[in-house]
């Protein structure tokens, strides 16, 4: 049986590696034995709407410093109003991007790492963070005219070696998400249903 206290799990990847669609495909599985919150960043609150509504899709980009602080003040709230909240009851809140999308995009736009980690000091840390892995021409062919302004080739390389970089320090498990889409949900379940063995004892 899973503690009182709920699990935090966020998934991480480049638009196009079939993100939204994998963490869907999980939070099924886990809702036949888990109550389970299914949550995304950017959030629905106010600050996340404003970057999702008036500035991802827009025409001009905005300097990545001033992106890291808008995306830790949606992450701030998002966590205080619904992440938070449901943990307290004792759900598994599993999260489409979090802190590591910051830290990937934003310090691709070489912004400080440790900087971006210091705005976001008062936010909580997954449980478990997963990172689905494709290489970044694959994605870019996925995503055809819905792209947001992160993403050109260039800047995709960047943040897939970033999100590398935190898998070779074990703070994302990697899931290659090259294979079909039922075989990349198997190879995601498999981590979570590891992990929350693991949780339980
Ligand atoms: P999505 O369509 O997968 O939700 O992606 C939204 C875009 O926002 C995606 O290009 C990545 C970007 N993003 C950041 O740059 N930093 C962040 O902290 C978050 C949460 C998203």
């Given at each position: 049986m899973l503690?009182?206290?709920?699990?935090?799990i966020c998934i991480e990847g480049l638009?196009?590696?079939?993100?939204?669609?994998?963490?869907?495909?999980?939070i099924q599985q886990l809702k036949k034995s888990?109550?389970?919150?299914?949550?995304?960043?950017?959030?629905?609150?106010?600050?996340?709407?404003?970057?999702?509504?008036?500035?991802?899709?827009?025409?001009?980009?905005?300097?990545?410093?001033?992106?890291?602080?808008?995306?830790a003040a949606d992450r701030i709230e998002h966590v205080q109003t619904e992440i938070l909240p449901a943990l307290k009851e004792g759900k598994i809140v599993v999260c489409d991007r979090y802190i590591y999308s910051s830290l990937a995009y934003q310090g691709a736009g070489e912004v400080d790492l440790q900087w971006i980690q210091n705005i976001n000091k008062s936010i909580l840390y997954p449980d478990l963070a997963i990172y689905l892995d494709i290489d970044p021409v694959k994605v870019l062919q996925r995503l055809n005219s819905k792209r947001s302004i992160m993403e050109n080739l260039e800047t995709q390389k960047k943040v897939r070696n970033l999100y590398l970089r935190f898998v070779r320090s074990e703070k994302l498990i990697l899931v290659n998400a090259d294979k079909s889409k039922n075989k990349v949900a198997k190879d995601l379940f498999i981590v979570v249903q590891k992990f929350l063995k693991g949780f339980s004892r």
């Open positions: 503690k009182k206290k709920g699990i935090f638009d196009g590696a079939g993100k939204t669609t994998q963490t869907k495909l999980l888990y109550d389970v919150l299914y949550t995304s960043e950017p959030s629905k609150g106010l600050i996340g709407s404003f970057i999702r509504e008036k500035y991802l899709y827009g025409e001009n980009r905005l300097s990545p410093f001033v992106e890291a602080l808008l995306f």
